[in-house]
């Protein structure tokens, strides 16, 4: 008889508090932002609860000028290295954010929350504000759109309209071991 042991514990690959690359300044993004090639160093830096207007947030980004009239997509990026993608089962997304959100990893879409369906611009909005930003959304992943080394997570942010109170965005990658 032999014993297996417990079994091997998830791995974090982006931790609730991780550190956040994230454009606030209410310009259009393109799509080029969400592949792993894109040179972010130019951006803002800031740790998860990203966000303003709910007071728990550890970092709080811009929303313009005029708070009746805020803008409407805010882009967050964070890299993370992966050692075997097939040493995983399935990876959990989980996703907390205010008002709607895309997620993409290493440039393919992986989740969308409370967003239209089709193609989303900088002033595409989310389909309604509905639980500022308090809900957990958690989505499986599979780990075949991971690489050895070096990959991306992308998220942007929509509101549901220019003069919502808030904005929330965290979010973590727990990957589950074969």
Same mark, same amino acid.
């Given at each position: 008889?032999?014993?297996?042991?417990?079994?091997?514990?998830?791995?974090?690959l982006? *931790? =609730? &508090?991780?550190?956040?690359?994230?454009?606030?300044?209410? #310009? $259009?993004? +393109?799509?080029?932002?969400?592949?792993?090639?894109?040179?972010?160093?130019?951006?803002?830096?800031?740790?998860?609860?990203?966000?303003?207007?709910?007071?728990?947030?550890?970092?709080?980004?811009?929303?313009?000028?005029?708070?009746?009239?805020?803008?409407?997509?805010?882009?967050?990026?964070?890299?993370?290295?992966?050692?075997? *993608? =097939? &040493?995983?089962?399935v990876?959990?997304?989980?996703?907390? #954010? $205010?008002d +709607?959100?895309?997620?993409?990893?290493?440039?393919?879409?992986?989740?969308?929350?409370?967003?239209?369906?089709?193609a989303?611009?900088?002033?595409?909005?989310?389909?309604?504000?509905l639980?500022?930003?308090?809900?957990?959304?958690?989505?499986?992943?599979?780990?075949?759109?991971?690489?050895?080394?070096?990959?991306t997570?992308?998220?942007?942010?929509?509101?549901?309209?220019?003069?919502?109170?808030?904005?929330t965005?965290?979010?973590?990658?727990?990957?589950?071991?074969?």
């Amino acid at each position: 008889w032999k014993s297996t042991g417990a079994p091997a514990p998830a791995t974090t690959l982006v *931790p =609730a &508090a991780a550190t956040w690359r994230y454009r606030d300044d209410g #310009r $259009d993004a +393109g799509t080029a932002w969400r592949a792993p090639s894109f040179d972010d160093a130019a951006w803002k830096s800031g740790s998860a609860i990203l966000g303003y207007g709910q007071g728990n947030e550890s970092s709080v980004v811009g929303y313009g000028a005029d708070a009746a009239n805020k803008y409407v997509t805010t882009y967050f990026r964070r890299t993370f290295a992966v050692a075997d *993608p =097939a &040493a995983f089962r399935v990876v959990t997304l989980n996703l907390r #954010r $205010d008002d +709607g959100a895309i997620v993409y990893l290493n440039g393919a879409e992986v989740y969308r929350s409370n967003m239209p369906t089709g193609a989303v611009g900088a002033l595409t909005y989310a389909r309604e504000a509905l639980d500022d930003g308090n809900q957990t959304f958690t989505a499986s992943v599979s780990p075949a759109a991971l690489r050895a080394g070096a990959n991306t997570v992308a998220v942007e942010v929509h509101q549901a309209t220019r003069s919502s109170s808030d904005l929330t965005m965290q979010l973590s990658l727990i990957a589950a071991p074969r």
